[in-house]
């Protein structure tokens, strides 16, 4: 049970939270029929395992950082994926959900014809 809290410590830590629920909120609003969620967990990935990277060099670390960070990455790389793995699979159920929830939220409306969607 330790090794299964530690993996998911390293897939949603309380430093990256903040971007990862407002890179969830903004992708999940492009999920439809024809752009599916695991399109949209695919692009999002991409943009959260590069968004620190793109950061540290924007604060001056310069390439010689980001590729020490990189080198670190690669020496713990069973972490890394287990982290990577965890975070994909949260992103994917997380953005599926709100497409759910968006579908079961827009067939609850009235119809055209006046009809109330609260009984009162």
Known sequence: ?????YVFSLGFSG???TRAIILLLIG??????KFPAW???V?????DQAWPYVQMLREGDGHKGVEIAL???AMHWQDVLAGFLVRAAGFYVFIRGTFSLRRKLH??????????????
């Not at 049970?1 to 809290?5: G, I, K």
């Open 15 to 17: 430093s990256d939270a």
């Open 1 to 5: 049970m330790e090794q299964l809290l």
């Open 71 to 73: 080198r670190g990455q």
């Open 107 to 120: 067939n609850a409306m009235p119809d055209e014809g006046g009809g109330k969607l609260l009984p009162f």
């Open 39 to 41: 399109k949209v967990t």
């Open 43 to 47: 692009i999002l990935l991409i943009i």
């Open 28 to 33: 999940a609003l492009f999920v439809t029929n």
